[in-house]
């Protein structure tokens, strides 16, 4: 049986030898999708290969005039590549996928070069703050929402998560009731395992709400400071590290959770950092951290 299909809970067992293949686009200038993904869950030990969505000259947020490549009728003849060589992965992790076109090509991908006990880290990344991203609309939320099925982990923002099921989306005012809610809407659409972001109970505390079938736990941090660009780029793929190389669904999400914030706090006070959190200086803590695991 297929990771993906319907496991209800994640047992990943530790092998130095696992392989990730992460479909994103490349931002060359600025902290998010495959320019963390790939140094940080190399930095956890885990080969990490990168499909290419799209190259951009710099990301979205704050630049303007940015140049875009679109790589959508290269991804499958690299993968067709790939079958010809017989390269398999034990994990596939997307993230920004440029259009409806590309989220048809993750299932292809998947039973293409995606091993028989592999797993799909989906992170539907297309909204954030009650606002979708531009160049999308709601057939692209729609089509995205027909992926969750698919995927074996599921990493909504809170944002994303109500525009997939049709919850109204609250800035403020959260409580269990209205998080297990939105919950139970997406495994409605499918999905078995997720971890929902940006919630939070309290003033001056953020956090996850992580869903193992029917089990549901809480983690929460401090809240720091102002937000940045690529943050939840730095969850997914430090979260898929410690995933891959071993961690509990909880724990992965607990560590990827102190990485984020750490970073933050290490890039707040940095007025030529505006564009992203400084990662780089947080590794040697997610080293540590999966370490000691």
């Given at each position: 049986m297929r990771l993906w299909e319907k496991r209800e809970v994640l047992t990943i067992m530790k092998d130095s030898n696992k392989r990730v293949l992460t479909l994103q686009d490349i931002s060359c200038f600025g902290s998010c999708s495959l320019t963390v993904a790939l140094p940080i869950i190399s930095a956890c030990g885990i080969e990490t290969a990168i499909l290419p969505s799209a190259v951009l000259s710099t990301h979205t947020g704050g630049f303007t005039d940015v140049e875009v490549c679109d790589f959508?009728?290269?991804?499958?003849?690299?993968?067709?590549?790939?079958?010809?060589e017989n390269i398999s992965f034990?994990?596939?992790?997307?993230?920004?996928?440029?259009?409806?076109?590309?989220?048809?090509y993750v299932r292809e991908i998947?039973?293409?070069?995606?091993?028989?006990?592999g797993i799909f880290i989906l992170d539907p990344a297309m909204a954030d703050n009650g606002i979708l991203y531009k160049g999308f609309d709601e057939a692209y939320v729609k089509a995205m929402a027909g992926l969750v099925g698919e995927s074996g982990v599921l990493l909504p923002n809170l944002t994303e998560a109500c525009m997939m099921t049709g919850i109204e989306y609250r800035k403020d005012d959260h409580d269990e009731a209205y998080v297990e809610e939105i919950l139970g809407a997406l495994k409605a659409l499918?999905?078995?395992?997720?971890?929902?972001?940006?919630?939070?109970?309290?003033?001056?505390?953020?956090?996850?709400?992580?869903?193992?079938?029917?089990?549901?736990?809480?983690?929460?941090?401090?809240?720091?400071?102002?937000?940045?660009?690529?943050?939840?780029?730095?969850?997914?793929?430090?979260?898929?590290g410690a995933l891959i190389r071993g961690s509990s669904m909880y724990d992965a999400g607990r560590i990827a959770a102190d990485f984020v914030v750490e970073g933050i706090r290490q890039t707040l006070n940095d007025d030529n950092h505006p564009y992203g959190i400084r990662f780089e200086r947080?590794?040697?803590?997610?080293?540590?951290?999966?370490?000691?695991c």
């Open positions: 959508t009728d290269d991804i499958m003849r690299m993968v067709n590549h790939w079958v010809k034990d994990c596939l992790y997307t993230g920004y996928l440029g259009s409806i076109r590309q989220i048809e998947k039973k293409k070069v995606i091993n028989r006990d499918g999905a078995t395992n997720v971890v929902l972001k940006g919630i939070s109970f309290e003033e001056g505390k953020i956090g996850i709400a992580l869903c193992e079938g029917d089990n549901v736990q809480y983690y929460f941090t401090k809240r720091v400071g102002r937000g940045y660009h690529g943050t939840g780029d730095c969850f997914a793929a430090s979260f898929t947080v590794l040697p803590m997610l080293i540590d951290r999966l370490t000691a």
